[in-house]
């Protein structure tokens, strides 16, 4: 909430794994080594609502419309406690805003709503397509990190004209949601498939929430911060960016370069 073609569309389907309520969360990954040939940003991990797309005022609009239909009031102050949090958890506070309905009746009420919205408009972020279209001539791999569930994040995805995003870790695949590090730590897991020598050193999140961000920093990626609808506080493990317009592949792989260089000073220093 505030967490492709359709040939393309099973390439980058979210993980879904029916053991992952048994199993603990994926271990993070503390190697720092990296070959002199090779490039150290090895992934971005991106957020999608407030992040990629601005679909926080469709979000806002369903859960109005939603809590009045139940004859309840749904403050603007309300709506921004959401932003960035999962479905599931956004939906027991709308139960408590008098909504009588099941956890996941509200879920899928609420999509339902967004997903038409997005369909008539995709409401896509400054500079984020821009960003997007770099990383991808530049070999950089995406993937797409989201509380929002499959079925709205295909939608999006399937609007962008190339292939952009090589996997989705949606609301609906892992256990816990943000602000929990699962979701991050599923993706970096993923990547590792394909070349084990990724580690969360060589991956850059991109967040607009504390939610996010939170889940972001606790996994231990470089995380970088695009405020939006909520304020972000100051943290020493996080960029701060004002937007993303301008922003270039360059300018995240300096980000991964500046991490490896304070490693290297670190170790020097012992």
């Known amino acids: 909430m505030h967490g492709i073609s359709r040939r393309s569309v099973s390439a980058i389907r979210p993980q879904r794994n029916p053991r992952t309520a048994a199993r603990q969360v994926p271990r993070r990954l503390e190697t720092m080594h990296s070959s002199p040939s090779q490039p150290l940003l090895k992934a971005v991990l991106w957020d999608m609502d407030g992040t990629l797309v601005d679909t926080e005022p ?6 109005r419309e939603l809590v009045e239909s139940h004859g309840g009031t749904w403050s603007h102050h309300q709506a921004m406690q959401l932003v960035g949090q999962s479905l599931l958890h956004s939906a027991a506070v709308l139960q408590a805003a008098g909504v009588r309905l099941e956890a996941r009746e509200i879920v899928d009420t609420l999509s339902a709503q967004v997903i038409a919205q ?9 500079g984020a397509r821009e960003l997007l279209d770099q990383l991808h001539e ?53 990547l590792r498939l394909e070349d084990p020598s990724v580690s969360i050193h060589h991956c850059v999140a991109l ?18 911060g695009i405020p939006h609808q909520v304020p972000l506080p100051e943290h020493p493990q996080m960029i701060m960016w004002p937007t993303l317009v301008g922003r270039a592949a360059p300018d995240l792989q300096q980000l991964v370069a500046d991490r490896f260089a304070a490693a290297n000073l670190l170790e020097g220093a012992n």
């Open 207 to 224: 967040e607009d929430s504390i939610p996010g961000a939170t889940a972001a920093i606790a996994s231990g990626v470089i995380t970088v």
């Open 138 to 190: 530049a070999g950089i791999r995406c993937a797409l990190v989201t509380m929002s569930e499959g079925p709205l994040a295909g939608v999006v995805v399937e609007s962008l004209p190339k292939p952009y995003f090589e996997f989705m870790v949606t609301g609906d695949t892992v256990t816990h949601g943000k602000p929990h590090p699962e979701a991050y730590l599923t993706a970096v897991e993923r």
């Open 118 to 126: 997005v369909r008539k408009e995709v409401p896509w972020r400054p």
């Open 58 to 63: 469709y979000w806002i609009a369903a859960e």
